[in-house]
């Protein structure tokens, strides 16, 4: 029986055809009795430009920065705008899907995948032998 | 592939006793790094966070991602900081020297937790931008919106030849 309940990361899928770059978020990914929690940088997106995909136990976040909004502005020193985020995690069967939650704040997306009934620790009485 | 671990700029972590000018290959990759540490030391881009200043190691704080754009009437500056409420951010000028700074608390909801994964940073972070000549660094404006914040400064008229 699979007992981890680590998710791997999954490497970034880089495509080459689009003409923006292709960043993964920096994710910080902790774990508690209740939930897995993964908590990813998104700077300048909000829940409108973000998506969050759950398809054969793989959990896709990807989103664009929005374009800059004002006309004729000329970029000197560019870092970071224009991007595009994707990053891929595998979840295992300890998280249960229906339940899991996103939220975006401050450019962070948080996702809270709680942990099926099963997968969660519980104490067992011992009993003395009859 | 344990040299490739030792950060590059960091040329005091090579002990002096592990030089041997008698041995060419060791004396020419002395002199390679003394070269791209002069290079370094000398490379005046005035954006790249810092690479050249002394005392910069893990230690030191966090140096954010800006853009820097302009237009005819204004130079725009934003620097990418998530996860970051207002409170915690500090924009300050120094002549015609943009600085941000501030201070990322790590969250602390609940004692009992287990990480599996940690990238994003945390602990102090500051940037000095500096701003081109001609712009009124009184009437700079900045605002901060999903986890990107904008720092805008209008051109002097005055200085427009």
Do not use: C
Request: charged fraction near 35%; proline fraction near 7%; hydrophobic fraction near 35%.
């Amino acid at each position: 029986m699979e007992t981890t309940r680590e998710m791997q990361t999954t490497e970034p899928k880089v495509e080459t055809a689009r003409e923006r770059p292709v960043y993964a978020p920096d994710t910080d990914i902790y774990e508690n009795d209740a939930a897995i929690v993964l908590v990813a940088d998104l700077p300048g997106l909000d829940e409108k430009n973000v998506h969050v995909e759950l398809e054969n136990d793989i959990l896709t976040i990807s989103g664009r920065s929005p374009a800059l909004e004002i006309e004729g502005l000329e970029p000197v020193h560019r870092e970071f705008s224009e991007r595009e985020y994707r990053r891929s995690f595998a979840i295992n069967a300890d998280v249960d899907r229906e339940r899991i939650r996103a939220n975006m704040k401050n450019g962070v997306l948080k996702l809270t995948l709680p942990k099926a009934a099963a997968a969660k620790p519980r104490q067992i009485a011992v009993e003395a032998a009859g | 592939m344990k040299r490739s671990l030792i950060p590059w700029h960091r040329k005091e972590t090579v002990a002096p006793s592990a030089r041997d000018d008698r041995n060419p290959f060791e004396l020419l990759h002395r002199e390679m790094n003394d070269l791209f540490g002069s290079f370094m030391r000398e490379f005046d881009d005035p954006f790249r966070p810092g690479l050249a200043e002394p005392g910069r190691g893990w230690m030191a704080p966090v140096s954010p991602t800006v853009d820097v754009s302009e237009t005819e009437d204004e130079v725009q500056v934003a620097a990418e900081l998530p996860g970051l409420e207002e409170k915690d951010i500090e924009v300050g000028l120094d002549g015609d020297v943009l600085t941000i700074s501030g201070e990322k608390k790590a969250e602390r909801e609940e004692k009992k937790r287990n990480y599996h994964l940690v990238e994003r940073s945390y602990g102090r972070f500051q940037r000095a931008i500096p701003l081109p000549p001609g712009v009124d660094t009184n009437k700079a404006a900045a605002r901060f919106k999903n986890g990107v914040l904008t720092v805008t400064v209008p051109r002097d008229r005055k200085s427009v030849v």
